[in-house]
């Protein structure tokens, strides 16, 4: 009886100093609440029971966005049209320390990254003409439609129609979509 009592409290001794880092997460050691350092690397770790706690959060890359409820509707453009788009952001966390400090909470985290993008997602989209933002070369465009629907015979072959689009579709393109997604 006595040698299994001592068998139980030795393991609960080294289950509460004892913690392990995955390779895909960090961890950050809270003395009273408060960050005293991170293990980074995976590994088998060692910490004060009852007075220190482990926070693990993700190594990996997050994602934010990308769903309805991130809809970005009725975006005015410099030149007045309006877009509407969904937003989405890659982040990950480089320093858990001042992660466990500042944000605490991965939920804390994903809404400043809501906040973050949705904001210079607008910004970028205020500063620049719709065309600027949706195409990257002064190439002219052409509508062409496969179909001749005014015709009306049966089994009339398909006839190709071009349609000049509006001015302002074929304007110049100074900085265009691939330098300003940089």
């Known amino acids: 009886n006595l040698l299994a009592f001592a068998i139980v409290a030795i393991y609960l001794v080294i289950w509460t100093c004892c913690y392990v880092v995955d390779a895909r997460e960090q961890a950050v050691v809270l003395q009273f609440g408060n960050p005293v350092h991170a293990r980074t690397e995976p590994g088998l770790y060692f910490k ?65 990254v809501k906040q973050f993008t949705r904001n210079a997602v607008r910004d970028i989209i205020t500063t620049y003409d719709l065309i600027e933002l949706v195409r990257s070369s002064n190439r002219t465009l052409t509508y062409t439609f496969g179909t001749d629907l005014l015709s009306g015979e049966a089994g009339a072959k398909p006839v190709e129609m071009a349609i000049e689009p509006p001015p302002e579709v074929n304007a110049s393109v100074k900085v265009g979509r691939p330098l300003i997604i940089k």
Do not use: S
């Open 48 to 112: 004060i029971p009852f007075i220190q706690n482990v926070v693990k959060v993700p190594r990996t890359r997050l994602f934010w966005g990308g769903e309805q409820g991130d809809l970005l509707p009725d975006l005015p453009t410099k030149d007045g049209k309006k877009v509407e788009l969904t937003p989405f952001a890659v982040w990950r966390i480089t320093d858990p320390i001042a992660f466990a400090r500042v944000l605490r909470t991965q939920q804390t985290a994903e809404e400043r």
